[in-house]
Nanobody, 123 residues
Framework: QVQLVESGGGLVQAGGSLRLSCAAS????????MGWFRQALGKEREFVAC????????YGADSVKGRFTISRDNAKNTVYLQMNDLKPEDTAVYYC????????????????WGQGTQVTVSS
């Protein structure tokens, strides 16, 4: 089994920055893909970004491209999401996910999920 623990969420004003972290423990050798999703109140879960063991990455909505950066420290089994120039529409619960699939854009590509961390951006 794998456990994922997120941290770094909180309340920030529009234009501010936050850095989310997700540390994996357990049978981490299986974690080829690590990513981030978010779910705003009353909306479906949305893919934000993922990074494979190789360091290659993809991003989801155009709205986060250029503002959000995913990174990964394989030695620490940790994935990060640097979020800059935050906007009120970025307010959501952010979930870390990990899995052994070569995919990454869809929830079904992941085997393990964190408990989520709230990000609130005030205008």
């Amino acid at each position: 089994q794998v456990q994922l623990v997120e941290s770094g969420g909180g309340l920030v004003q529009a234009g501010g920055s936050l850095r989310l972290s997700c540390a994996a423990s357990g049978r981490t050798f299986r974690l080829y893909t690590m990513g981030w999703f978010r779910q705003a109140l009353g909306k479906e879960r949305e893919f934000v970004a993922c990074m494979w063991w190789s360091g290659d990455s993809i991003y989801g909505a155009d709205s986060v491209k250029g503002r959000f950066t995913i990174s990964r420290d394989n030695a620490k089994n940790t994935v990060y999401l640097q979020m800059n120039d935050l906007k009120p529409e970025d307010t959501a619960v952010y979930y870390c996910a990990a899995g052994s699939s070569s995919g990454g854009r869809w929830s079904k590509d992941y085997d393990y999920w964190g408990q989520g961390t709230q990000v609130t951006v005030s205008s």
